[in-house]
Structure formats: structure tokens, C-alpha cells
């Protein structure tokens, strides 16, 4: 396997301490300069992308009729921000979003890199994809109205360079979202804790998924204004399938709207161009 060494992908120093020692691919640091948590070295991205095989997907396949409503849920917030028609959802997995958006009368595009995925939606969806990286499919100036990334930037080795590109894409007005979980999860940290009496890992090889980032609210705002977005609002996205995670999720938003920290599982980011 290659690793590539890099620097902070938000500001682009080399000065960390670290967090996490788990091996050659899991050795996550902090930048001590604008906070970022990331993996480094990293593995080559042909490396990252032969992980999503069908094994990887079967899981969130099998569980797509049962999630359509989370996913007409998830995208009605969307649209809370911007109803438009043109619709790119970068890495788009298993094509569960492109699907409820298209039944929602949204242009619906897509970026996959991964073989499996692509075919699966071709067949099931009857949705062509662009394989490759964003970059890669070379969309026009100022052509969607909302570029999406569900649970994607925390996977790849460039984020900085994907919310670059998602920007000349975006209409002037357009609607940039983000899914990501949060490294700030502490009520589940804390339950962790107490159950499991040791501290949770920010990655252990139990982990299907493999994270290179991981991000705050705190950071996420910092990549954003790298890239030339200012955020609208932060939210929780709270559409999980355990009943556990889902109750603690609900708490963690209530605690959200009264103090304002942001402890939930996974974060959402509403943006648009500076
Ligand atoms: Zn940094």
C-alpha cells in the first residue's frame, strides 16, 4: 500500500501533535495551528477507493427502502434553503439521494468512484454517474444550484480541493451541504466512557469505515472560508438508523438550540459563496 505524507489541508502547516498511534494507516494528528484532525501519513486515494466494493455497500443497500422517508426528511431541509433544479451530489454512494431528488423533480447529477456503485445506480435508478474524482468531471461555471457531499469529505485526501472545485461550480446563489460526522461527539464519548470504562478511539480496526478527517464545527468553518464559503447554518443531522444513536442525537439537538455547542454525531453545514 502507498501513503502519501501531507500538510494540514485546511492552512497548510506541518506542525501537529498526536492524537491516535494505531499502525501505518492510522496515525491521526492535530494541526496546532488552525486545530484540523487528520490521518497522516495517508493511503493513495486507487487505495481508498478499492475499499468500496460491494461488501462495503451491501449494508446501506439493504437498508434503502427502509430509509426513504430519513431521506426525503434530509432532503426537505435541503430545500428549505434552495429550490432550484440543477443537483450534484458528489460521491454519491448507493444513489439513495439522487433518487429522492429526481421523485422531487430535481436535474439530478452524480460522482462516484467507486466500479460497484456506479452500476448499482445505472440499473436500479437508471441515473448515469460520472466516474472519478469531482475534479475529474469537469461540470461548468456557475451550473448547479446545490452541490452536496452526504458523509463524503471525512473519506477523501483532499477536501480543500473538492469545496475549491464545488465553488466554481455553484451558481452565485447556489446552496453548498455538508454531512460530516463530528469529532466533537462528546455525549457519546462521555456514554462511552462510563459503559465501556476506557475512552473511545477515534479509530480502532473494528471500524468498517475508514476516516481520513475528522472535523468541528471549529474546522469545517475554518476549510469553508479557505475555500471561499461563509457558513449559513449549522445543524445535526440526525437521521440515524439505531434507536440509541437516534435518542441521543434528539438530546444533543436540544442541547443545541439552548447553548449553542454542537454535540451531535454527525454535523450539517449550510453554505454559500463568499
Ligand atoms: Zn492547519
Given at each position: 500500500?502507498?501513503?502519501?505524507?501531507?500538510?494540514?489541508?485546511?492552512?497548510?502547516?506541518?506542525?501537529?501533535?498526536?492524537?491516535?498511534?494505531?499502525?501505518?494507516?492510522?496515525?491521526?494528528?492535530?494541526?496546532?495551528?488552525?486545530?484540523?484532525?487528520?490521518?497522516?501519513?495517508?493511503?493513495?486515494?486507487?487505495?481508498?477507493?478499492?475499499?468500496?466494493?460491494?461488501?462495503?455497500?451491501?449494508?446501506?443497500?439493504?437498508?434503502?427502502?427502509?430509509?426513504?422517508?430519513?431521506?426525503?426528511?434530509?432532503?426537505?431541509?435541503?430545500?428549505?434553503?434552495?429550490?432550484?433544479?440543477?443537483?450534484?451530489?458528489?460521491?454519491?454512494?448507493?444513489?439513495?439521494?439522487?433518487?429522492?431528488?429526481?421523485?422531487?423533480?430535481?436535474?439530478?447529477?452524480?460522482?462516484?468512484?467507486?466500479?460497484?456503485?456506479?452500476?448499482?445506480?445505472?440499473?436500479?435508478?437508471?441515473?448515469?454517474?460520472?466516474?472519478?474524482?469531482?475534479?475529474?468531471?469537469?461540470?461548468?461555471?456557475?451550473?448547479?444550484?446545490?452541490?452536496?457531499?452526504?458523509?463524503?469529505?471525512?473519506?477523501?485526501?483532499?477536501?480543500?480541493?473538492?469545496?475549491?472545485?464545488?465553488?466554481?461550480?455553484?451558481?452565485?446563489?447556489?446552496?453548498?451541504?455538508?454531512a460530516t460526522p463530528s469529532i466533537n461527539n462528546y455525549i457519546y464519548k462521555i456514554l462511552y466512557m462510563i459503559f465501556k470504562l476506557k475512552r473511545?478511539?477515534?479509530?480502532?480496526?473494528?471500524?468498517?469505515?475508514?476516516?481520513?478527517?475528522?472535523?468541528?464545527?471549529?474546522?469545517?468553518?475554518?476549510?469553508?472560508?479557505?475555500?471561499?464559503?461563509?457558513?449559513?447554518?449549522?445543524?445535526?443531522?440526525?437521521?440515524?438508523?439505531?434507536?440509541?444513536?437516534?435518542?441521543?442525537?434528539?438530546?444533543?439537538?436540544?442541547?443545541?438550540?439552548?447553548?449553542?455547542?454542537?454535540?451531535?454525531?454527525?454535523?450539517?453545514?449550510?453554505?454559500?459563496?463568499?
Open positions: 500500500m502507498k501513503y502519501r505524507y501531507v500538510n494540514c489541508n485546511i492552512c497548510g502547516e506541518d506542525k501537529t501533535i498526536v492524537l491516535q498511534d494505531a499502525g501505518p494507516l492510522f496515525k491521526i494528528v492535530k494541526c496546532k495551528n488552525c486545530g484540523l484532525v487528520y490521518v497522516n501519513p495517508q493511503p493513495d486515494e486507487k487505495e481508498l477507493s478499492r475499499r468500496y466494493n460491494q461488501e462495503y455497500y451491501s449494508l446501506s443497500i439493504a437498508n434503502n427502502n427502509l430509509r426513504l422517508n430519513s431521506w426525503r426528511r434530509r432532503l426537505k431541509k435541503i430545500e428549505r434553503y434552495k429550490k432550484g433544479k440543477k443537483l450534484l451530489d458528489v460521491g454519491c454512494g448507493s444513489g439513495i439521494f439522487l433518487y429522492i431528488a429526481k421523485e422531487h423533480n430535481w436535474q439530478v447529477y452524480g460522482t462516484e468512484v467507486s466500479d460497484y456503485a456506479i452500476d448499482y445506480v445505472k440499473h436500479k435508478f437508471a441515473i448515469d454517474l460520472f466516474q472519478g474524482k469531482l475534479r475529474q468531471a469537469n461540470f461548468s461555471d456557475n451550473f448547479f444550484d446545490v452541490v452536496s457531499f452526504w458523509h463524503v469529505l471525512e473519506h477523501i485526501t483532499d477536501p480543500l480541493d473538492n469545496l475549491v472545485e464545488a465553488r466554481r461550480i455553484l451558481k452565485p446563489d447556489g446552496l453548498l451541504f455538508i473511545p478511539k477515534l479509530f480502532s480496526n473494528v471500524n468498517k469505515e475508514v476516516h481520513i478527517y475528522y472535523f468541528s464545527e471549529h474546522t469545517m468553518k475554518e476549510l469553508l472560508k479557505e475555500a471561499g464559503f461563509e457558513v449559513i447554518r449549522f445543524d445535526i443531522d440526525r437521521e440515524r438508523i439505531f434507536t440509541g444513536e437516534r435518542i441521543l442525537d434528539n438530546f444533543a439537538w436540544g442541547l443545541y438550540q439552548i447553548l449553542r455547542i454542537n454535540f451531535g454525531l454527525a454535523l450539517e453545514v449550510y453554505a454559500k459563496k463568499r
